[in-house]
């Protein structure tokens, strides 16, 4: 079975502060890295993603860091706000399949206090 | 939303019966999927479909069946409900072999 070790399981930052979460995975297939946000009672959505050919990709305040030697990835948030407050979800995807077929991590709550 | 309707949203069964949830989607999306939720494990994936009665086994298929007769509808069932499978489920679709997956709200079971 492979796995995806997140880190930490849950996350306390100020109003301003950088929030960072961690994915750690086994299998160098991997070729898909989507960050999942999701809000109590509502499904994960897909935050951003990135492959990699890259190792870097940016969206507003949202910044995956990718480190392929080392296997592992991470989500950074900038100037975390308290609507950023969420469970945070990473995955991997395998090349040659299905970007639906994922395996997820453990699952971060973040919390984001005013 | 994704246009995917989960059906019902709670439920609450006894040990042994039969339950069967329902994800219904409007975007005529070929792929879809079951997942559970749980505490710890984050997300895993039970069974998917890849078009009408063309379906597959996930990680953690084992007690579960599913169905697509149309492409809008997939169905999971569980043929005979045990406390381990109390969990949130969710359903997902995405539009093509490397597009993004797009979840439904989920479905919470209980199992008694």
């Known amino acids: 079975q492979q796995q995806v070790k997140q880190s930490p399981q849950s996350l306390i930052v100020q109003k301003g502060g950088i929030s960072i979460i961690n994915c750690a995975y086994e299998?160098?297939?991997?070729?898909?890295f989507p960050w999942y946000q999701q809000f109590p009672g509502k499904g994960p959505a897909l935050l951003i993603a990135?492959?990699?050919?890259?190792s870097e990709k940016k969206e507003g305040r949202f910044t995956i860091s990718f480190n392929k030697s080392a296997k592992q990835f991470s989500l950074h948030i900038m100037d975390s706000q308290p609507g950023d407050s969420a469970t945070y979800f990473c995955?991997?995807?395998?090349?040659?399949?299905?970007?639906?077929?994922?395996?997820f991590g453990q699952g971060t709550i973040l919390t984001v206090h005013p | 939303d994704a246009g995917i309707t989960q059906s019902p949203r709670h439920k609450v069964t006894e040990t042994g019966t039969p339950v069967t949830l329902r994800c219904h989607q409007t975007?005529?999306?070929?792929?879809m999927y079951w997942y559970r939720q749980d505490p710890g494990h984050g997300l895993r994936l039970i069974h998917y479909s890849y078009g009408v009665k063309d379906t597959d086994k996930g990680e953690v298929s084992d007690g579960y069946s599913v169905s697509r007769s149309k492409t809008e509808d997939f169905l999971l069932t569980l043929e005979s409900a045990t406390s381990s499978q109390t969990s949130v489920y969710f359903c997902a679709i995405n539009q093509g072999y490397n597009s993004p997956l797009h979840f439904g709200n989920g479905t919470r079971l209980t199992v008694t």
């Open positions: 299998n160098t297939a991997f070729d898909y």
């Open positions: 990135i492959r990699p050919d890259v």
């Open positions: 995955a991997t995807g395998a090349g040659g399949t299905s970007y639906g077929k994922l395996t």
């Open positions: 975007e005529n999306h070929r792929y």
